[in-house]
């Protein structure tokens, strides 16, 4: 089983990065075989334009090798900052550049980074407006890292101990059910009944 992280920051050594790296650590630590980092630090991707459907060479030169790692994963871990209480622009681009077809009917788990008390809002957007069609499928439970700052340092005395041993708990049992859902949305998938070119859209 391969998991992908997504890290949603734009920003280089990011909280978000911060996170991505733990939950690596911890799904490769017996939940799953595999698990891949992709950063949009810096916002490697360009804005979407016409050119993704009408065979730009700029986008047929940089999309065909992330649909292939994309395409390889059973599932996806979205990892959102809240940036002036929205999902930021570059996380959004990701969902209009890939579609069913690397990420339709996996199951996906959202975690938000907050410096404050902050992160519900991206979990709402996200819910709200990345699947429609490229219908990834997120799982009933997310995480919610609030004072960002205080957790997951690997110096245990930059560490809130507490609240880090607290989110440490929540984010592998969360993980353990984000691996379970892979198992059981690949029946969906090698069923049969998710392909269609009629409906490839949401509605």
Not at 59 to 82: A, N, T
């Amino acid at each position: 089983m391969r998991i992908a992280i997504i890290s949603g920051s734009h920003r280089e050594n990011s909280q978000s990065m911060k996170v991505a790296e733990h939950i690596k650590a911890v799904l490769e630590n017996g939940i799953c075989d595999d698990a891949w980092i992709f950063s949009l630090a810096a916002n490697p991707l360009p804005l979407w334009d016409q050119g993704v459907w009408d065979g730009d060479a700029k986008w047929d030169e940089l999309l065909p090798p992330l649909r292939k790692q994309l395409s390889s994963c059973d599932g996806f871990v979205v990892i959102s900052p809240e940036w002036h209480g929205q999902v930021p622009a570059g996380l959004k681009n990701f969902f209009l550049l890939f579609g069913r077809n690397e990420l339709g009917h996996k199951p996906a788990m959202i975690v938000t980074v907050s410096s404050a008390d902050g992160g519900a809002y991206p979990v709402a957007e996200l819910r709200m407006s990345s699947y429609k069609n490229n219908r990834i499928c997120y799982i009933p439970d997310h995480v919610i890292l609030r004072n960002i700052e205080k957790v997951l340092n690997k110096n245990p005395d930059d560490n809130d101990a507490s609240a880090d041993a607290y989110f440490k708990e929540r984010i592998e049992w969360s993980l353990n059910i984000l691996k379970q859902y892979a198992v059981a949305l690949k029946q969906v998938r090698t069923s049969g009944v998710t392909d269609t070119e009629k409906f490839r859209n949401g509605m």
